[in-house]
């Protein structure tokens, strides 16, 4: 809900770390339009929607 960008691919799956613990689910997420993989869903790829320069890069 923080995000509704059509184009942001929520992928989730099920393991466990070591065989006693219990299940966790972990969520991959990537864009059908830029081919961006794990970013921060909450903020996006940047591309449809621009970035603001505090989430960018190092400028230099």
């Known amino acids: 809900m923080a995000n509704a960008c059509p184009h942001m691919l929520l992928e989730p799956s099920l ?13 991959r997420v990537s864009c059908s339009k830029s081919g961006l993989r794990d970013f921060d869903p909450y903020i996006g790829c940047g591309l449809c929607h621009p970035l603001p ?3 960018q890069g190092d400028p230099r």
């Open 53 to 55: 320069i505090e989430f």
């Open 15 to 27: 393991g466990r770390a070591l065989p006693l613990m219990k299940k966790q689910v972990k969520v």
